[in-house]
């Protein structure tokens, strides 16, 4: 059982080109049974060109993302992540 005083925990996933598993990544931490009020998710798009950001923005709102103007690689878009 996960206590009401729990820290926020913050969640950096980056991503490129993988919209549906990303979603499907964020519905998963969002139904695990840690407190969403608790959860803090930043998503990087590292320049991806599927509408991942667009889909992101549009059906998670409260989703922090940040999206690359050219794909900088997992390793510095994570710094990215870590950065905000």
Do not use: W
Request: net charge positive; glycine share 2%; proline share 5%.
């Amino acid at each position: 059982m996960i206590k009401h005083d729990a820290p926020i925990v913050s969640i950096i996933i980056v991503t490129h080109n993988r919209n549906e598993k990303l979603i499907r990544l964020i519905e998963s931490i969002l139904t695990s049974n840690f407190p969403r009020e608790k959860i803090e998710i930043i998503v990087v798009d590292d320049a991806s060109n599927d509408g991942t950001y667009d889909i992101i923005k549009t059906k998670y709102p409260y989703i922090k993302i940040i999206r690359t103007s050219k794909e900088v690689l997992p390793s510095a878009a994570k710094n990215i992540g870590i950065s905000y």
